[in-house]
Each structure stands twice: as C-alpha cells, then as structure tokens.
C-alpha cells in the first residue's frame, strides 16, 4: 500500500553534485523517520542519512559535510543533496521511512525501488 518513488539519479563527475528526491504516497508522512540508504554492488545496504518530522537528522561519517537531507512535510517528499561527489558514494540510493515509536503497530517500514548514483573518477 505504502510506495515510495525516488528520482534524480544518474552520472556524475567526481567533485560533482546531485539530487535525489522521494516522494511518499498512501503515508502518514508525519509518523515516519525518513532516510535514505545506498547499495553499491556486492555490498550490503547502508544508512546514509535519516531526518524525523522535526528537522533532526544523523549521517553517516562517510558523507558528513557533503551530504544534505531534508524533507518537505506538506508535499510528502524527502531530499538528498549530495555535494563533492567522489567514486566511492556510487551505488542504489533507496529512500526508507521507518514508522516512530508511538506510531500504530500496523505501520510498517516501506522502501523505494532505488535510484543509481554513478560517479566517474
């Protein structure tokens, strides 16, 4: 029932930036962390950036200073700017929203179909 759907994939130059977006459709958006997380191939998925209803957001270490999340609590998006772009950040970026704590017990966690981020070296 729940879908999330990201964009703005695609090649970059190391140093580049880019920006994903992710909507959320059929959400309470307001009793969601929401996160984004990426794959590279053969790897296991990793977090790389979650922000709650408030504005409070974590990063991984990896990507802190470059990387930006922020969310749109009215349009039911989450972003990811990613600025300095380096070989190593390649991979499927999936957008995540993990319900909180006191949401209803029947929400669960929802993925996106994942979106590739490709950075030349």
Known sequence: QVQLVESGGGLVQSGG???LSCA???ITFSLYVLGWYRQAPGKQRELVATIRSSGTT???DSVK???TISR???????D???NNLKP???AVYYCNAD???EAPRGFREAWGQGTLVTVSS
């Open 80 to 82: 990811l700017k990613m």
């Open 88 to 90: 190593e950040d390649t």
């Open 65 to 67: 200073g470059r990387f």
């Open 58 to 60: 974590t990063y991984a």
């Open 99 to 101: 319900p909180v704590a």
């Open 24 to 26: 959320a459709l059929r």
């Open 72 to 78: 749109d609590n009215v349009k039911n998006t989450v």
């Open 17 to 19: 930036s880019l920006s």
